[in-house]
């Protein structure tokens, strides 16, 4: 039988992402979704969890996709009820209040999956696989994109919890911690906040592994035209570029892994194992790092944001 899921929040990322992927899943129905701001057509409407799970009490999976904000709340009140809990990335707004979910789930025997969507990018495994055999000599991440294009008019992600270029960015920080060996630290930020926004705007990040490899990252909200999402390793045995967010892989030029837009496919794909074993997957990694920035890092005031 199908899993009867709900979505909670039907934005922009809920219509061109999760529909999508739900509807093409036979693995799942759609049976309800709940904004307080947004219709979904054809499925019953709610504007709360709590409205949606009482009028709808076979549920028994809810996808989130609210901003990170108000996902706590959500989701807590879910696992409550004894339903499995999909979470968009950023699992949350604090580090404490996922590894509050994680506790929840584990005391029901219930699924939590915090997702990272780009690590599902069909050259992300084979640059890991590619690069475990090598020595990292260094990694330079550029990320850079248009917020207007990506975020048009939403306010919530220059307030905190909101994450600014660190809701693209924490992408870039899911696929550096899945494919280098180790563990990342952090050892030096710089964040660019516009003087009417509490989140940047702009970053500059240096990290390293206990293996001593030098990580620099560069993101920017800005970015006009062509988008950047680009991954360059130096290695002892060639130079592995990721492109296009994790869609290609190129070894010295050459491109070995030419992908298609299945993220999002893959994730549902592996919700339902983690329902039907009734198990979490919850990797903190990238969140550590983007908090850090945030508790570490040196803000620097540049002009306003205007929409």
């Given at each position: 039988?199908?899993?009867?899921i709900?979505?909670?929040?039907?934005?922009?990322?809920?219509r061109?992402q999760?529909?999508?992927?739900?509807?093409?899943n036979?693995?799942?129905e759609?049976v309800?979704?709940?904004?307080?701001?947004?219709q979904?057509?054809?499925?019953?409407y709610f504007t709360?969890i709590?409205?949606?799970?009482?009028?709808?009490?076979?549920?028994?999976?809810?996808?989130?996709?609210?901003?990170?904000?108000?996902?706590y709340?959500?989701?807590?009140?879910?696992?409550e009820?004894?339903?499995?809990?999909?979470?968009?990335?950023?699992p949350?707004?604090?580090?404490?209040?996922?590894?509050?979910?994680?506790?929840?789930?584990?005391?029901?025997?219930i699924a939590?999956?915090a997702?990272?969507?780009?690590?599902?990018?069909?050259?992300?495994?084979?640059?890991?696989?590619?690069?475990?055999?090598?020595?990292?000599?260094s990694?330079?991440?550029?990320?850079?994109?248009?917020?207007?294009?990506?975020?048009?008019?939403?306010?919530?992600?220059?307030?905190?919890?909101?994450?600014?270029?660190?809701d693209?960015?924490?992408?870039?920080?899911?696929?550096?911690t899945?494919?280098?060996?180790?563990?990342?630290?952090?050892?030096?930020?710089?964040?660019?906040?516009?003087?009417n926004?509490?989140?940047?705007?702009?970053a500059?990040?240096?990290?390293k592994?206990?293996?001593?490899?030098?990580?620099?990252?560069?993101?920017?909200?800005?970015?006009?035209?062509?988008?950047?999402?680009?991954?360059?390793?130096?290695?002892?045995?060639?130079?592995?570029?990721?492109?296009?967010g994790?869609r290609f892989l190129?070894?010295?030029?050459?491109?070995?892994v030419?992908?298609?837009?299945?993220?999002?496919?893959n994730?549902?794909?592996?919700?339902a194992?983690?329902?039907?074993d009734?198990?979490?997957d919850?990797?903190?990694?990238?969140?550590r790092l983007?908090?850090?920035?945030?508790?570490?890092?040196?803000?620097v005031?540049?002009?306003p944001?205007?929409?």
């Open positions: 039988m199908p899993i009867r709900a979505l909670v929040g039907v934005g922009k990322i809920a061109d999760h529909l999508p992927a739900l509807a093409a036979p693995s799942y759609l309800a979704a709940a904004s307080p701001h947004h979904l057509e054809g499925v019953p709360s709590e409205a949606l799970l009482s009028a709808t009490p076979d549920v028994e999976a809810v996808s989130i996709c609210t901003p990170p904000q108000v996902r709340e959500i989701a807590r009140y879910a696992l009820q004894g339903r499995h809990v999909m979470l968009e990335k950023p949350g707004a604090t580090l404490n209040e996922v590894s509050a979910l994680v506790d929840l789930a584990r005391e029901r025997k939590l999956f997702t990272w969507h780009a690590r599902e990018a069909d050259a992300v495994e084979p640059a890991r696989q590619w690069l475990a055999s090598r020595r990292i000599r990694v330079t991440v550029i990320w850079k994109e248009d917020v207007r294009v990506w975020h048009p008019g939403q306010r919530w992600i220059w307030t905190a919890g909101g994450l600014g270029v660190f693209p960015g924490i992408n870039a920080l899911s696929i550096v899945r494919v280098l060996p180790g563990t990342l630290v952090l050892e030096d930020a710089e964040l660019e906040v516009p003087a926004c509490e989140t940047p705007i702009a500059t990040l240096r990290m592994n206990e293996y001593g490899t030098p990580v620099r990252m560069e993101l920017d909200f800005r970015q006009t035209g062509p988008q950047t999402w680009d991954i360059d390793v130096e290695t002892d045995g060639g130079r592995l570029q990721l492109s296009r994790g190129r070894v010295d030029d050459e491109l070995v030419d992908g298609h837009d299945n993220e999002y496919a994730l549902y794909a592996h919700f194992t983690l329902v039907r009734r198990r979490s919850v990797d903190l990694a990238p969140f983007v908090a850090d920035a945030f508790m570490c890092g040196r803000r005031s540049v002009a944001f205007v929409e």
